[in-house]
C-alpha cells in the first residue's frame, strides 16, 4: 500500500499563477486534510473533509479552495498564489475523526511562491 | 495562552542519556492525546498515542496528567537516530485536533 501520496513534490510559482495540489489516500480513510507548516509556526490547518462530499474550513482557509473528489482524493487549489502562501504543504488522511485517531501524513509538497 | 504549549529545545543530549518533554495543553475537556515524530524535510508519524493510564513502547514512555493538564514523553537510552522533532497532539471539544510547535532533540556521539 502506498498510504498517502502527493503531488507534485516541489513547485516554484510566480505571484498571481494557480496551481492544484494533488492528494490520493489508499487506506480507505473517510476523513482527510490539508496542512501548511512554516517555520516557528509548526502545523496549520486549511480544510478538511470530515467525509467523502463534506469540506470545511480549518485555521488558515484564506486564498486556498478544496475539492474533495471522491473517497481516495482530496485537491487543494491556490487560485492565486502570493508570496506568503510558500510553505511546506501536508496531505493527511485519518479513519474518522483526526481528534480521536491517529492520522496518515503524505511527503508533502514544497511550494515557493516568487 | 496557546492551546498546546512545547518547549522547542532545543534538546541537545549524548547517546544513551534520558531525555524527558513536557506538553502543556489548556482546553480541560481534551480527551485525546499524542505524540507524533517528524524527521527534517519529512512529513510527521505517529510515534504513540498517550492513554490516561499512561503507556511504553520500548524506550519510549508516555503519560497524561489530567489534574495539571499536560502529558510528557521520557526516552531512555537515547540513540542517534532518535534526533528529531516530537510534536504534541491535543484532540477533544472539536473534530480536529490541535498541533503543538514541536521540540527539538539532538543526540550526539
Redesign the interface.
Known amino acids: 500500500n502506498a498510504g498517502v501520496t502527493q503531488t507534485p513534490k516541489f513547485q516554484v510559482l510566480k505571484t498571481g499563477q494557480s496551481m492544484t495540489l494533488q492528494c490520493a489516500q489508499d487506506m480507505n480513510h473517510n476523513s482527510m486534510y490539508w496542512y501548511r507548516q512554516d517555520p516557528g509556526m509548526g502545523l496549520r490547518l486549511i480544510y478538511y473533509s470530515a467525509s467523502e462530499g463534506t469540506t470545511d474550513k480549518g485555521e488558515v482557509p484564506n486564498g486556498y479552495n478544496v475539492s474533495r473528489l471522491n473517497k481516495r482524493e482530496f485537491s487543494l487549489r491556490l487560485e492565486s498564489a502570493a508570496p506568503s502562501q510558500t510553505s511546506v504543504y501536508f496531505c493527511a488522511s485519518s479513519p474518522a475523526e483526526a481528534a480521536s485517531y491517529e492520522q496518515y501524513f503524505g511527503p508533502g509538497t514544497r511550494l515557493t511562491v516568487t | 495562552r496557546k492551546e498546546v504549549e512545547q518547549d522547542p529545545g532545543p534538546f541537545n543530549v549524548p547517546e544513551g542519556a534520558t531525555v524527558a518533554f513536557n506538553c502543556t495543553y489548556s482546553n480541560s475537556a481534551s ?2 492525546f ?1 505524540w507524533y515524530r517528524q524527521d527534517c524535510r ?5 510515534l504513540m ?1 498517550v492513554y490516561s493510564s499512561g503507556n511504553e513502547d520500548g524506550r519510549f514512555t508516555a503519560q497524561l496528567n489530567r489534574a495539571s493538564q499536560y502529558i510528557s514523553l521520557l526516552i531512555r537510552d537515547s540513540k542517534l537516530s532518535d534526533s528529531a522533532t516530537y ?1 504534541c497532539v491535543v ?7 490541535t ?4 521540540t527539538s532533540l539532538i543526540v550526539h556521539p
Open positions: 480527551q485525546s499524542f519529512k512529513e510527521p508519524k505517529l498515542s510534536l484532540g477533544g471539544g472539536s473534530y480536529i485536533p498541533f503543538g510547535r514541536g
